[in-house]
């Protein structure tokens, strides 16, 4: 059942304490590396 499942990791810096609020563009463009998706070719068994 394992291998049908795909596990994607993407790294999101997050500031607990923020000494100041972005914008809307740079919530927009963390939200997209939240779904971005990477693959190691060498590691993937198709």
């Known amino acids: 059942m394992r291998d049908d499942v795909l596990f994607i990791y993407t790294p999101v810096l997050v500031c607990k304490f923020p000494s ?3 914008g809307v ?3 927009l463009s963390t939200t997209g590396l939240l779904y971005s998706q990477f693959y190691r ?3 993937v068994k198709w």
Request: proline content about 0%; overall charge negative.
């Open 20 to 22: 100041k609020t972005v």
């Open 25 to 27: 563009d740079d919530a």
């Open 41 to 43: 070719f060498d590691k």
